[in-house]
């Protein structure tokens, strides 16, 4: 059965980007607009994992992730952001928040399956 992966960004072409990209190694793919719209849709959905933009209207990044670490049923779900934002002190912030990992953009599609695939330990 394909591993389920929730992609959360603003941007549509990079949803369409992570989503091609995963699509094409077997995964399945579910797509939200931002925090707000990823939670909405998990109340309905089971993912093995989320990968999120951190800047995003309505909840950012930083604030789903807590809200999946406090939320039993995502509490252990792998969470890796998939940013612009490359300073340490905002990489801690998300570390402290729960993040399993950070891709900075633009990213490589190899470098995203790669990731995948660790985090999900394949």
Not at 43 to 55: A, E, F, H, Y
Request: glycine share 8%; proline share 4%; net charge positive.
């Amino acid at each position: 059965m394909a591993k389920k992966i929730m992609s959360v960004d603003d941007s549509a072409s990079v949803r369409q980007m992570v989503s091609f990209t995963l699509k094409k190694e077997g995964y399945e793919v579910v797509e939200a607009v931002d925090g707000n719209d990823a939670l909405h849709k998990l109340g309905s959905t089971r993912v093995d994992m989320v990968i999120t933009d951190l800047n995003m209207p309505n909840l950012d990044g930083i604030g789903l992730i807590r809200a999946l670490r406090a939320d039993p049923t995502h509490r252990f779900v792998p969470a890796v952001m998939l940013t612009t934002e490359s300073q340490q002190a905002v990489k801690e912030e998300g570390k402290k928040a729960g993040a399993t990992g950070w891709i900075v953009k633009p990213f490589r599609p190899e470098q995203l399956v790669a990731v995948v695939k660790r985090v999900l330990g394949q």
